[in-house]
């Protein structure tokens, strides 16, 4: 299973550097979204990204133009026909996600991978609203894309062999580290992660430090590159929200519960550094 053309659905901020890492290993890529302008402001990180790359010398200004190249934008799913693998990134929602699934698996060419980057929809669902179960797959990738080196291979109940290994080599290719993992709610990471950042959450909702406080104590007493409720920001408290009430809802499980304050921060729509403000206050959306 040869992978030479990869699909990305969704240019946000995940499919945009999902691109980004193929791209850079040179694959052509083509990069869709619904609008015009999420394709263009897609385009846009990934060239800040590359351009920053090449500021410290790490990539010629010839690289960042041929990779920018191989990416060709798109607002339909008709230019994925030809991909042989299609990695989605868009909403989290089911519903959205296994309608998604029935057009690509309509759309793209027989024997092309069709893989999700969802944070903790189950795989084994997704694949069964398809004709080609045995082809999907998760690859699940982490913020921000350029710099994190793990793709978590989703294995599905019916995911064949060859498309788990088609998958761990292509992870390698772009420069990753694969880990392959079976489908259950949050997979490994973040039914590890999401709970911790959960539980800072509470630490904040009741008093017992303050923001910067909470997140100091983690970095200086855990080594944590970063503290919870600041990498909170940057996932995206809807998208940590929503890990956790699938964690809650899938396990049945009291200890999973959403923090109060994290469903209220969401009402409010602060969701984080994409809107500006989380726990945290950002210069720009
Ligand atoms: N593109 C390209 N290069 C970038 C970049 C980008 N978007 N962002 C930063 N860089 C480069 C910088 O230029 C810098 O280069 P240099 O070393 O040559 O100077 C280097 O990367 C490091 O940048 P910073 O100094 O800004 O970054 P830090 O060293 O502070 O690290 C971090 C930033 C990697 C984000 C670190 O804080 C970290 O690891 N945080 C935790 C992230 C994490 O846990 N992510 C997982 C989230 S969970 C998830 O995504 C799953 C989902 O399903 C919820």
């Given amino acids: 299973m040869e992978i030479r053309k990869v699909g990305v659905v969704g240019a ?7 691109a980004q890492a193929f791209a850079v290993a040179g694959y052509d890529v083509v990069m869709q979204d619904i609008k015009d302008e999420f394709v263009q402001r897609g385009l846009t990180t990934i060239r800040k990204s590359l351009e920053r ?12 133009a041929a990779a920018l190249g191989r990416i060709r934008p798109s607002v339909t799913l008709d230019p994925l026909a030809d991909c042989d693998l299609v990695v989605e990134a868009a909403l989290e929602n089911v519903d959205l996600k296994t309608q998604l699934f029935r057009k690509l698996d309509g759309i793209c060419k027989d024997g092309a991978i069709l893989a999700s980057n969802t944070s903790s929809i189950s795989l084994t669902r997704i694949a069964a609203a398809t004709t080609r179960p045995t082809h999907v797959v998760g690859m699940h990738f982490f913020n921000p894309v350029p710099l994190m080196k793990l793709v ?4 599905a109940l019916q ?35 999401i709970p911790m950042i ?20 983690m970095k200086l007493g855990a080594n944590h590159p970063m503290g919870p409720l600041a ?4 996932i995206g408290l809807d998208i940590v929200l929503n890990v956790m009430e699938t964690l809650y809802q899938g396990f049945e499980d009291p200890k999973y519960r959403p923090s109060p304050l994290l469903k209220q921060m969401v009402d409010a729509g602060y969701l984080g550094r994409k809107t500006g403000r989380g726990f945290f206050r950002y210069d720009q959306a």
């Fill in 152 to 155: 978590e291979v989703i294995r």
């Fill in 231 to 234: 990498l909170a920001d940057l």
């Fill in 53 to 64: 790359v090449a500021s410290k010398g790490k990539m010629s200004a010839d690289d960042v």
């Fill in 12 to 18: 946000g901020t995940m499919g945009s550097g999902i």
């Fill in 159 to 193: 995911t064949d062999d060859e498309v788990i290994r088609a998958v761990e080599e292509v992870s390698r290719k772009i420069g990753k580290t694969p880990h392959v993992v079976k489908d259950s709610y949050g997979f490994v990471v973040n039914r590890v992660l």
């Fill in 198 to 217: 959960n539980e800072g959450i509470n630490c904040l909702y009741e008093g017992l430090a303050q923001p910067e406080d909470i997140d100091d104590t």
